[in-house]
């Protein structure tokens, strides 16, 4: 790596990255290329000799973009966001820039330990447990994602059980969620070698706002009970993927205590919220939980990827996930002297993610990202209004964060319930590259989803999102 080349080649970069961030509400933010679209345009061999940077760019231009769904899009509402930022874009760059494997402590020991200070400072934003906190017993770690916290948590929670009832009682142990948990606990189950009848996901109904009812899992725990099998792991959810429904932490952590089973909180989306005051009571309960998680990547201007997971006790982590081969034997690990983030997570190698959270962090500062969250969860109030102010749209589920729920009615005796109704007018909406949203079935129910998330959405963009809206469910209705 040549610096002088270096210098030349990414500040021609960072101006092709300021450019499309400039031009770009000027794409479709969803991607109109058909499927196979790229291996039309590239060759199939690599260049034999080296190309420019230039013509490279050109072909990112022509080639890539339009295969590119813009996440960063103020146009964008799908999914929950990913959000990227000036200092979460730099600390990539530093990162990438190091280009360290950070595995053990001595591997680069400002990467672990740089981990432990901002995960501290993130537990203090959140108001957490101080036994979350890495002075105590337990401590945080970044993981790649969501799911990846949610495994190691499982792993963790398995082990512990089996080391008291014995190994050959895997085939006993029974996870519980509601079934509005995200896909990736089945998926931590299915790794973790938890039989798939044993894996419960508890009916959520509208009536209680899509949240796990306490009794609902006192019952399913005692009937499991009483046919000899042993509850270990409940997961919560605060800000479910389809609705951002809050399960009620206290209470089913308190169920969760008395069976003694790991209790679990995902809070990919929302956790970021959970930085305000006036959102920190979606937390109450986390006391009882044994590990956390929330997606820094998601809503806290901190570029993909960057999942944050807390634990009580990291001796439970460590015990399942820790190996200590020769070749990475080292004097201050040997000493028990500090954290190898190696024996709390699957890989080995861990990038310097740390680096773009204590930039956004110090960047930006609490206040200002306290602002940011309120900001959106007020468009996305807006919003709300919007459309319960137009008698064709109903709202389907109650607005919490910046999420909002809501189809266009199905005229009467329209057939399959508004499905086809609601799919074509998200089709139509997402086919016009104007906005990009995303949909759920609820109780049966087709179902828009609009989350508001992207750092550069306004007022504007939202207002613009519900005329679209308006108009192209205008247009189907006329032809029903
Ligand atoms: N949990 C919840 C509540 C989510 O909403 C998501 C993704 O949206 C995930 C987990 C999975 O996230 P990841 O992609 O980080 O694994």
Redesign the pocket.
């Known amino acids: 790596m040549d610096a002088e080349q270096l210098r030349e080649n990414a500040h021609k970069m960072v101006d092709f990255i300021a450019d499309y961030y400039k031009n770009l509400e000027d794409f479709p933010v969803l991607s109109q290329v058909k499927p196979g679209y790229l291996s039309e345009l590239l060759p199939d061999s690599a260049p034999r000799q080296p190309e420019s940077l230039q013509d490279i760019l050109d072909d990112v231009q022509q080639k890539i973009i339009p295969g590119v769904t813009h996440w960063q899009s103020p146009n964008y509402f799908a999914?929950?966001p990913s959000n990227s930022s000036i200092a979460g874009f730099l600390g990539e760059m530093l990162s990438a820039g190091f280009n360290i494997v950070g595995f053990s402590w001595i591997t680069s020991p400002a990467a672990t330990e740089l981990v432990v200070v901002v995960l501290d400072w993130v537990a203090k934003m959140l108001k957490l447990p101080n036994q979350f906190l890495s002075s105590g017993l337990g401590g945080g770690v970044i993981q790649g994602?969501?799911?990846?916290a949610?495994l190691v948590a499982l792993l963790a929670a398995r082990d512990k059980i089996l080391r008291r009832v014995g190994k050959e009682y895997l085939n006993k142990l029974i996870v519980y969620a509601s079934d509005q948990a995200?896909s990736?606990l089945q998926k931590a189950c299915q790794i973790a070698g938890i039989y798939s009848e044993n894996f419960r996901l508890l009916k959520a109904e509208q009536s209680s706002n899509y949240e796990l009812v306490p009794e609902v899992l006192s019952e399913a725990i005692s009937i499991d009970f009483s046919s000899g099998l042993i509850p270990f792991f409940l997961c919560a959810?605060v800000?479910?993927?389809s609705s951002a429904a809050v399960d009620p932490l206290c209470a089913l952590g308190k169920i969760a205590k008395a069976s003694d089973m790991w209790f679990h909180v995902?809070?990919?989306?929302a956790g970021s919220a959970c930085i305000c005051p006036e959102f920190r009571h979606h937390l109450d309960g986390v006391e009882e939980a044994d590990s956390f998680g929330m997606?820094a990547?998601?809503w806290l201007l901190t570029n993909f990827d960057c999942?944050l997971l807390w634990v009580k006790d990291r001796n439970a982590l460590i015990q399942s996930l820790s190996t200590n081969p020769e070749f990475l034997k080292n004097k201050a690990s040997q000493e028990n002297a500090v954290v190898d983030f190696k024996d709390w997570q699957i890989p080995l190698g861990r990038r310097f993610r740390s680096l773009k959270l204590w930039m956004v962090l110090r960047m930006y500062g609490q206040e200002n990202l306290q602002n940011y969250i309120r900001n959106h969860i007020n468009l996305a109030k807006q919003f709300e209004q919007l459309v319960k102010s137009d008698s064709r749209f109903e709202v389907m589920a109650p607005r919490t964060f910046s999420l909002v729920c809501f189809r266009l009615v199905p005229p009467p005796n329209h057939q399959d319930n508004g499905y086809k109704l609601n799919y074509s007018l998200m089709d139509a909406i997402n086919t016009s590259g104007k906005i990009f949203l995303s949909h759920t079935v609820l109780s049966g129910k087709f179902v828009l989803r609009l989350a508001v998330g992207a750092p550069l959405t306004e007022e504007k963009h939202v207002e613009a999102a519900w005329k679209v809206l308006q108009n192209h469910a205008t247009t189907l209705l006329g032809n029903i």
């Open positions: 999914y929950y994602t969501a799911s990846e949610v995200h990736a959810t800000g479910t993927t995902d809070a990919a989306y997606n990547h998601k999942s």
